[in-house]
C-alpha cells in the first residue's frame, strides 16, 4: 500500500514537473480507476459491517424486551406460588386433623386415600417450594469460608442415608485449599441438589465421591456417581427447568443449582455416560488476594474406583 503510494505520488510530481502529460495520462486513469474501486470495496464493507451491528441491536434489543417480559411473567407466578403455600399448609394440617378425628377405626380404604392425598400435597408443596426457589432473585452473602467444611459436613449428614442406600460415601480433599467467597447455605443446597441426584440414580446401591480440588484460580467441586449416568441426547437438557425423568421430580433441582453457582460467578460442568454414572463438577472463582492464603497440605487420596452399572428409574 506505501509502495503504491509512493509510486502515485511519483507520478503526480513528474506530471506536475511538466512531463509529457500523455505519457502519465493512462496511468493517472489507471490510480483514478483503482481509487473508486478500492472506494467502492472499502463503502461496501462499511455497509455490511453496519447492517451486522444493526442485527446485533436488533437481536440485543429483542433478549432485553423478552428478559423483561420473562421477569415480569416469573414475578407474577412467584406471586401465585406464594399464594398456594398457604391453603396448601392448611390442606396438609386438616389431613392430618382428620387422620386424628377418624382414629384408628378407618376403613383400610380411608386410610389409603389420605395417604394419597398427603403424598400429593408434599409433592405440590415441593414443586412451589422448588419453584419459588428457582425463580426469586437470590440474595447471595458471600463470605470467606472453608470448601472442605461444608463438604465434610454435607458427608456426615448424608453417610447413615448412604449406607442404608449400599451406597459407599468417599470423600477426597484438597486441604491445600485456600479460604474462599461463598454463601454457606445455598452453596450447600446446590451441592445437596448435587448429591441427591446421585444417589437417586443409584438404585441398587454404588459408589458416590466427593472431591474438592483447585487450580490457579479457581476451586472446584465434584460430585461423582457410579449410577445410571444420562444418555447423551438428554444431557443439553438437564439444566432446563422442569425437565425430569422421575415420576416425583420437579425438574428444578439442576435449575436451582446452576442459578447458585452462577451467582457466585462459578461454572459447572457434566461428563456422563448412560450405564457408567455422572460426574458434576462445580467451580468457583479463588478471589486473587485468596490465592496466597493456603490453609495447608493435600489430604491422602483415595484410589478412585471405575462406576459400576447399575439400573436407571
Ligand atoms: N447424577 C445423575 N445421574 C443420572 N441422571 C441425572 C443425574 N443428575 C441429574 N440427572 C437427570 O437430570 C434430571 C433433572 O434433575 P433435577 O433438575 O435435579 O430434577 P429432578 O431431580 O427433580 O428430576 C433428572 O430427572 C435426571 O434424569
Ligand atoms: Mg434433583
Redesign the pocket.
Known amino acids: 500500500m506505501l509502495h503504491e503510494l509512493k509510486k502515485r505520488e511519483e507520478t503526480i510530481k513528474q506530471v506536475s514537473a511538466g512531463a509529457a502529460e500523455s505519457q502519465y495520462k493512462y496511468q493517472l486513469e489507471q490510480y483514478k480507476f483503482q481509487t473508486e474501486q478500492h472506494l467502492r470495496l472499502e463503502s461496501e464493507h462499511l455497509r455490511e459491517e453496519l447492517q451486522q451491528s444493526l442485527q446485533t441491536l436488533k437481536t440485543t434489543q429483542e433478549h432485553l424486551i423478552n428478559s423483561e417480559k420473562l421477569a415480569v411473567l416469573g414475578s407474577l407466578v412467584a406471586g401465585v406460588a406464594h399464594e398456594i403455600k398457604n391453603p396448601l399448609g392448611a390442606i396438609s394440617i386438616h389431613v392430618q386433623l382428620l387422620k386424628k378425628a377418624l382414629g384408628s377405626a378407618t376403613a383400610p380404604a380411608v386410610d389409603r386415600y389420605l395417604k394419597i392425598v398427603d403424598e400429593e400435597i408434599n409433592r405440590l408443596n415441593s414443586i412451589v417450594v422448588?419453584f419459588l426457589f428457582a425463580v426469586r432473585p437470590m440474595n447471595i452473602t458471600t463470605i470467606n469460608d472453608d470448601l472442605n467444611r461444608l463438604v465434610k459436613e454435607l458427608a456426615d449428614f448424608l453417610r447413615p442415608e448412604a449406607e442404608a442406600a449400599d451406597i459407599e460415601l468417599r470423600l477426597e480433599l484438597d486441604t491445600t485449599l485456600p479460604p474462599i467467597p461463598f454463601d454457606r447455605h445455598f452453596l450447600k443446597q446446590a451441592l445437596l441438589?448435587?448429591i441427591?441426584?446421585?444417589s437417586?440414580?443409584m438404585e441398587h446401591g454404588g459408589s458416590l465421591l466427593l472431591r474438592t480440588g483447585q487450580d490457579s484460580n479457581e476451586a472446584r467441586i465434584t460430585?461423582k456417581?457410579s449410577?445410571?449416568?444420562?444418555d447423551e441426547r438428554?444431557l443439553s437438557?438437564?439444566?432446563e427447568?422442569y425437565?425430569?425423568?422421575?415420576s416425583?421430580?420437579?425438574?428444578?433441582?439442576?435449575?436451582?443449582?446452576y442459578k447458585i453457582v452462577k451467582e457466585h460467578g462459578g461454572d459447572i460442568a457434566?461428563k456422563?455416560k448412560a450405564g457408567f454414572?455422572?460426574e458434576?463438577v462445580v467451580s468457583l472463582p479463588i478471589p486473587q488476594t485468596n490465592q496466597k492464603l493456603i490453609t495447608g497440605r493435600c489430604a491422602d487420596r483415595e484410589h478412585e474406583h471405575e462406576p459400576q452399572n447399575t439400573d436407571?428409574r
Open positions: 422448588d441438589n448435587l441427591t441426584n446421585a437417586a440414580a460430585v456417581d449410577g445410571c449416568g444420562i438428554n437438557k438437564i439444566f427447568p425437565y425430569t425423568t422421575k416425583d421430580g420437579t425438574g428444578l433441582g439442576l435449575t436451582l443449582t457434566v456422563s454414572g455422572s458434576f436407571c
